[in-house]
């Protein structure tokens, strides 16, 4: 079985611009996660979704970040514009519904030049 | 809200040698723990949990119990090896799992 799948591995990118992540989770889980990981720290999420609908974004910075989940599988999250504060590993889970095991994608490394 | 605290690494170890990662929390209600493994580039695998107290997971050598009346889940392992070298992190899911709040990870270095 496919795990979660995520793209690109690598971005580096100079500030103002935007960048945009990918996330394909594994087939039949319904609830997505996107997590922001900073050097040395653990993850922290930024938005939840189950199916299509965002249940938990509280924590995402909203007035430069925005994401989807269209049709309730893949997702993206998008930055516009990024700031040097962006630079982090950001992570994908995703988990059945109510499920309390989240798997996790190998992550996009973002650079903020 | 809820936290965890783990104790800072590195922590340094030569092979087939006695592991503890401390690991405390603080929470509302009775969450569920969880011990993460993230390997130098790869993103973060399960490797145990425990749901209710008095709990006992383990998974490929390493164990840890759910301790209520310390707030307490340290990780333990009797023989690390070099393949251990990761860095771990501690979580706790809160009510319905939904979310997960990390600590800090401690990075683990097995030598030969």
């Known amino acids: 079985e496919a795990g979660v799948v995520q793209s690109p591995r690598y971005k580096i990118i100079e500030k103002k611009q935007p960048v945009a992540f990918w996330c394909n989770p594994i087939?039949?889980?319904?609830?997505l996660y996107w997590y922001r990981q900073n050097l040395g720290q653990g993850p922290e999420l930024l938005i939840r979704?189950?199916?299509?609908?965002?249940?938990?974004d509280s924590q995402l910075p909203k007035d430069r970040f925005s994401a989807e989940r269209l049709k309730g599988v893949d997702s993206t999250l998008k930055i516009q514009p990024a700031e040097l504060g962006d630079s982090a590993v950001y992570l994908c889970?995703?988990?059945?519904?109510?499920?309390?095991?989240?798997?996790f994608g190998p992550g996009t490394r973002l650079t903020v030049t | 809200g809820d936290s965890v605290t783990q104790m800072e690494g590195p922590v340094t170890l030569s092979e087939e040698a006695f592991l503890t990662i401390n690991c405390t929390y603080t929470?509302?209600?009775?969450?569920?723990l969880f011990w993460y493994v993230q390997y130098p580039g790869e993103g973060l695998q399960l490797l145990l949990k425990?749901?209710?107290?008095?709990d006992k997971g383990s998974n490929k050598g390493f164990e840890a119990t759910y301790r209520k009346e310390t707030t307490s889940f340290h990780l333990e392992k009797g023989s690390v090896q070099v393949s251990d070298s990761a860095v771990y992190f501690c979580?706790?899911?809160?009510?319905?799992?939904?979310?997960?709040?990390f600590g800090t990870g401690t990075r683990l270095l097995v030598s030969p």
């Open positions: 087939s039949g889980h319904n609830t």
């Open positions: 425990a749901t209710k107290a008095d």
């Open positions: 979580a706790l899911g809160g009510t319905g799992f939904q979310k997960l709040v």
């Open positions: 929470a509302t209600g009775y969450p569920s």
């Open positions: 889970a995703s988990s059945l519904a109510g499920g309390r095991e989240q798997y």
């Open positions: 979704y189950e199916n299509e609908e965002a249940v938990d």
